[in-house]
């Protein structure tokens, strides 16, 4: 059974940092792209960031976010800098049908709560 469980998020002031993680199990991690995808209140999924099986290509909606991915450990990771109450989000990861770093979704995890506020 796969499962995706992402933590680390929390209240983090405008300006501050935040790593957020997503243990995976259920399947070859390294086989296989991973993305974050977020959620903001009253508004729809929106895509973060993707990452390709091996690591070597990602992709990012902004600048200020740095996936990664740790295949040993069956880790992925979302760097979040410079962070803006527009960032307040419900953030999910997501495994991909491939290793193609922009495969399409076919698990999600239940997310963590990202906010952001002074």
């Known amino acids: 059974e796969v499962q995706l469980v992402e933590s680390g998020g929390g209240l983090v002031q405008p300006g501050g940092s935040l790593r957020l993680s997503c243990a995976a199990s259920g399947f070859t991690f390294g086989s296989y792209a991973m993305s974050w995808v977020r959620q903001a209140p009253g508004k729809g999924l929106e895509w973060v960031s993707a990452?390709?099986?091996?690591?070597g290509i990602t992709d990012t909606v902004n600048s200020r976010f740095t996936i990664s991915r740790d295949n040993a450990k069956n880790t992925l990771y979302l760097q979040l800098n410079n962070l803006k109450p527009e960032d307040t989000a419900v953030y999910y990861c997501?495994?991909?049908?491939?290793?193609?770093?922009?495969?399409?979704?076919?698990?999600w995890g239940k997310g963590t709560l990202v906010t952001v506020s002074s």
């Open positions: 997501a495994k991909g049908g491939s290793n193609w770093v922009h495969a399409a979704s076919d698990y």
């Open positions: 990452i390709g099986a091996s690591g």
